[in-house]
């Protein structure tokens, strides 16, 4: 069996998210990369750890998890997003 990362654990080739409603997203606490989440009327809360850059609010954040690494950008026009460890 092929050894998979943890991004690949994580998103599968072909996922994608929703344009609008919530979106919940368990993360491999070992997955090394830049988050960059945003709604546009909704909120985020985020259960893992993730190194902030610049400004973050409750409705944007980016960051680093694990020092950074791929990009992972996740955004939803209407509803919450949530991140939180797998």
Not at 4 to 24: E, H, K, L, Y
Not at 52 to 78: A, L, R, W, Y
């Amino acid at each position: 069996m092929p050894m998979r990362s943890p991004a690949q654990r994580c998103f599968p080739p072909g996922a994608s998210a929703p344009a609008d409603g919530s979106v919940d997203l368990a993360v491999p606490t070992d997955l090394n990369a830049n988050i960059d989440a945003s709604t546009n009327d909704g909120r985020i809360s985020v259960g893992i750890p993730v190194m902030v850059e610049g400004n973050f609010s409750n409705s944007q954040i980016k960051g680093k998890m694990n020092g950074g690494g791929q990009p992972v950008t996740i955004h939803t026009g209407d509803g919450s997003i949530r991140l939180n460890r797998s």
